[in-house]
């Protein structure tokens, strides 16, 4: 190498190793070229390896024990079994809606309108929601509103749930509380796409306690800490 115009180099670095520098070019290098050896090369051991964890997890989730449904349900952690008994189950089976599965707090669930005290919708068709939204999935068509102090309302509001990418834009768009996604309720399946799309009195009639509360109603200009109550 050096009747080339090279020096001896120590590579100092990680990566390849720098046998020589160019003394012209010192970003011309002669580096050594490491080959995989005909072990690596085969797979054989890396395709090995790799059954064994497949296999370790099948015969897991085969012969593992269900957690308790009541763990499920609250979404608690379980001890893990001692070394002598087998593995919890990692792929069990939720028996919906019989059973139901712990979600997280920050779930939303599906949107729902919220409406005055005096019954009416509060969205004023201001569309902020749709012009946010990066699904595309509002449609709203204004209409006159009969309460002298508000210009419009939505004569047809509705949510496609299946383009919509639960990003919240819509929430934090609306200028008037009008719409929320606090219900907690899940997508419901659906076998025709428009059976997804959510209307306005579907939207109106779900609230933040499924059950209790079948309405929405929200204070004007909120009040105090359970505003969003
Ligand atoms: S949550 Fe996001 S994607 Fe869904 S309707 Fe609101 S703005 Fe659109
Ligand atoms: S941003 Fe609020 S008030 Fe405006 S159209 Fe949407 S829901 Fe109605």
Same mark, same amino acid.
């Given at each position: 190498m050096a009747g080339h115009g090279h020096e001896e180099a120590h590579d100092e670095t990680a +990566?390849?190793?720098?046998l020589a520098v160019s003394k012209v070019s010192p970003k011309v290098r002669t580096i050594a070229v490491v080959r995989p050896s005909e072990h690596d090369v085969t797979y054989l051991e890396a395709a090995r390896k790799g059954l064994g964890v497949t296999l370790r997890h099948f015969m897991k989730n085969f012969f593992g024990k269900r957690r308790p449904a009541e763990a499920l349900?609250? !979404?608690e952690a379980v001890e893990p079994r001692s070394r002598f008994k087998p593995a919890w189950n990692?792929?069990?089976t939720i028996?919906?809606?019989?059973?139901?599965?712990?979600?997280?707090?920050?779930? @939303? !669930?599906?949107? @729902?309108?919220m409406q005055r005290e005096d019954g009416n919708v509060r969205c004023v068709a201001c569309m902020c929601c749709p012009t946010v939204c990066p699904a595309n999935c509002i449609t709203i068509i204004p209409a006159e509103s009969d309460d002298k102090g508000v210009e419009k309302k939505p004569a047809v509001f509705e949510i496609d749930e299946l383009r919509c990418v639960v990003c919240g834009l819509c929430v934090e768009a609306c200028p008037?509380?009008?719409?929320r996604m606090d219900s907690g309720v899940h997508a419901k399946p659906v076998e025709n796409r428009g059976d997804a799309i959510m209307t306005r009195e579907l &939207? &109106? +009639?779900?609230s933040a306690d499924v !059950?209790?509360?079948p309405q929405s109603t929200a204070t004007q200009g909120g009040e105090g800490p359970d505003w969003r109550g």
């Amino acid at each position: 190498m050096a009747g080339h115009g090279h020096e001896e180099a120590h590579d100092e670095t990680a +990566g390849p190793k720098v046998l020589a520098v160019s003394k012209v070019s010192p970003k011309v290098r002669t580096i050594a070229v490491v080959r995989p050896s005909e072990h690596d090369v085969t797979y054989l051991e890396a395709a090995r390896k790799g059954l064994g964890v497949t296999l370790r997890h099948f015969m897991k989730n085969f012969f593992g024990k269900r957690r308790p449904a009541e763990a499920l349900a609250k !979404g608690e952690a379980v001890e893990p079994r001692s070394r002598f008994k087998p593995a919890w189950n990692e792929i069990e089976t939720i028996q919906y809606p019989e059973e139901k599965t712990h979600y997280p707090e920050r779930f @939303r !669930g599906l949107h @729902r309108l919220m409406q005055r005290e005096d019954g009416n919708v509060r969205c004023v068709a201001c569309m902020c929601c749709p012009t946010v939204c990066p699904a595309n999935c509002i449609t709203i068509i204004p209409a006159e509103s009969d309460d002298k102090g508000v210009e419009k309302k939505p004569a047809v509001f509705e949510i496609d749930e299946l383009r919509c990418v639960v990003c919240g834009l819509c929430v934090e768009a609306c200028p008037c509380d009008a719409i929320r996604m606090d219900s907690g309720v899940h997508a419901k399946p659906v076998e025709n796409r428009g059976d997804a799309i959510m209307t306005r009195e579907l &939207l &109106l +009639g779900l609230s933040a306690d499924v !059950g209790k509360d079948p309405q929405s109603t929200a204070t004007q200009g909120g009040e105090g800490p359970d505003w969003r109550g």
